[in-house]
Structures are given as C-alpha cells and as structure tokens.
C-alpha cells in the first residue's frame, strides 16, 4: 500500500527542547525532521532542522541533559510521541540575505548516552533472554517496554567492563531461540502500538 502524504497532513502537536533549566519551543521554527529506525542499530536517531531568527538555539550552552519532545500526529488516527536525547547543535551554512540562523538538532535514543557513562561488569547464570532485559533495565536505564523472544538453556556469562551494547551484542551472539529454529537474534528500537519499543527477537 502507498500513502502520498502532503504538507498539512502531519500536524505538529509538541516540539520543544526540555532540561531541568528551561523549555525552548521550536514548533514555530521547525522545517523539517527525519527520523530513521533500523534493526541494524539498536537505538532510534533523529535529525531535525529548524530556522532560527531570534538565535535562541545559539544561546544554548549544551551540557548534555538536554531532551527534545517531539510529537506528531495524523489527524483521524494515531499521534506519536517521541522523546531523544540532544547530542549535538549544528549550525548549517545559509545561502542568500535570509536574517536568520539555520540549525540541525541531531538526536539519539536516550538509552545510547546512558549507555556512554555506564558499563556493565556482571555474572550471570540465567537465561539470555533474561540477560538482556537486566542489562535493558539496569544499565540502559531504559523505562522504554520491551519484547523478548524466550531463549532457552541458562548460560554462565561473564561481562567485563563492557559498554552496554556491546553487552548485549556478546549476548545476542549466544543466544539460542525457544520458539523458532532460527537463532539469528536482532536488538533494535522501533514504534510499536504508539510507543516507542526495544526488541530482542
């Protein structure tokens, strides 16, 4: 099925940059937005670029706490909400006599800068799939659901010091389905029943 969506057809309901030292709403300021999910990379990533002619983003002193609200809707149906980390500011070069700055807020899932700061340095004795939740909770400190495909069989796992995808990527490797013959497991983030959603399937 093809949808040929027009301008209009995507209502921009909350778009705002929030800290616990101010709120900045871009709504009015935004162009354009691209937001990309893989099951290739575990988390989601946005680009969103905006035109600025008061330069309230250049004002901004970035120190890392920032999340960016980010919620759309159709109307008639469903309204997605989004919340990403803001990793970096980037003024892009303008062209012509526009009185303004042009910007690209470049955005992450907030579970990939949590998992710069955290490492995970465990035991385990239980099931992959188990593991991967721990991990998905304690070190990712994601209060995102996710969906688990059972594993079987209890495995003595070792993590030294690792980066939490990284943990979980030497999981993965080892993990053998319960339900299907295939034991080629995926962590990534996608949108599932309005909500942002990990899986491990």
């Known amino acids: 099925m093809t949808f040929n969506y027009q301008s209009g057809d995507f209502t921009i309901e909350t778009m705002a940059i929030v800290s616990e030292r101010a709120i900045l709403d871009i709504s009015n300021i935004f162009i354009s937005a691209s937001i990309y999910e893989s099951i290739f990379t575990p988390g989601t990533v946005c680009d969103i670029e905006v035109f600025d002619t008061q330069d309230y983003l250049g004002e901004i002193k970035l120190l890392g706490d920032e999340v960016v609200l980010f919620t759309i809707s159709i109307p008639g149906t469903v309204t997605a909400d989004f919340r990403f980390a803001l990793y970096e500011l980037g003024e892009l070069e303008m062209t012509g ?43 990712l400190k994601s209060q995102k659901p996710i969906t688990i495909e059972q594993t079987k069989t209890s495995q003595k796992i070792v993590v030294p010091h690792m980066n939490p995808f990284r943990a979980i990527e030497m999981v993965r490797k080892r993990s053998v389905s319960a339900e299907n013959d295939s034991s080629l497991y995926v962590f990534f983030e996608n949108r599932e029943n309005e909500q942002q959603t990990y899986n491990f399937v």
Do not use: P
């Open 97 to 139: 006599a526009q009185k303004g700055k042009k910007y690209k807020l470049k955005c992450v899932s907030e579970e990939a800068m949590f998992a710069k700061t955290n490492h995970v340095q465990k035991s385990y004795n239980q099931l992959c799939s188990e593991i991967i939740e721990d991990i998905h909770i304690e070190y």
